[in-house]
């Protein structure tokens, strides 16, 4: 089940529950290693840094020198893989996650890896953390409400209680130190009644 804790970012920012949902769906349970993705495509002969000059190639560099719609994401990819300081890529954050999740997607799409390589990419980083629904964002919105509504309940109920023990205090404490009639008491109660109201 959702948090609303996970989703009251994306809720506050003005995204609708789908909108919600399908971000989450691209998130990752921890962030994608770049030697993990690097040592993948090579042993998946996808691409590999040529051992004598070390610039890249393959199959996944002729995609990027195509031109076609995969090579601005693929280029971002590679420029990331070349930077001597990356170690990851974010794509357990929503800055991230989506981008790879629809250039993972169109590499599918355009049979550039099969689903099972798809699978394997996403495995390295641990997985998809979600799997929810626009009725889970939902869940976990009215699962908050619901738990506001009973801390104001309670919240409710302390401050009546507050209020008793002060008027209570206040009308009738006194009345146990002397010998008072019914009078007083019918009197003092009547105040409490009172000031119960205001």
């Known amino acids: 089940m959702l948090m609303y804790s996970e ?4 809720l506050d920012a ?5 909108e919600v949902s399908a971000l989450l769906n691209t998130l990752t349970v921890n962030p994608l290693g770049c030697a993990d993705l690097e040592n993948y495509f090579s042993e998946q002969g996808l691409a590999e840094r040529n051992p004598t000059t070390g610039v890249w190639e393959g199959l996944l560099i002729n995609v990027i020198l195509e031109n076609g719609p995969l090579s601005p994401g693929l280029g971002r990819v590679f420029s990331h893989l070349n930077k ?5 890529f974010y794509t357990h ?22 689903a099972v390589q798809h699978d ?10 979600y799997s ?3 009725l889970d964002v939902a869940d976990a919105v009215a699962a908050n409400q619901a738990a506001l509504d009973a801390m104001a309940s309670v919240e409710s109920i302390n401050a009546k209680a507050e209020r008793y023990d002060v008027l209570y205090n206040e009308h009738i404490s006194p ?3 002397g010998d008072f009639n019914d009078a007083a008491w019918v009197a003092a109660l009547q105040a409490m009644s009172n000031g119960w109201s205001v």
């Not at 989703?7 to 994306?10: A, F, K, P, T």
């Not at 001597?84 to 990851?88: D, G, V």
Request: net charge negative; aromatic share 6%; glycine share 12%.
């Open 132 to 134: 929810s629904t626009e």
């Open 93 to 114: 954050k929503a800055e991230f996650g989506p981008d790879m999740a629809e250039l993972l997607g169109g590499m599918v799409a355009m049979l550039v890896i099969s």
């Open 7 to 10: 989703v009251s970012q994306y």
């Open 84 to 88: 001597p300081r990356s170690e990851s």
């Open 120 to 129: 394997d990419i996403y495995a390295l980083a641990g997985g998809l953390r």
């Open 175 to 177: 009345l146990h130190a």
């Open 14 to 18: 003005g995204m609708s529950n789908a």
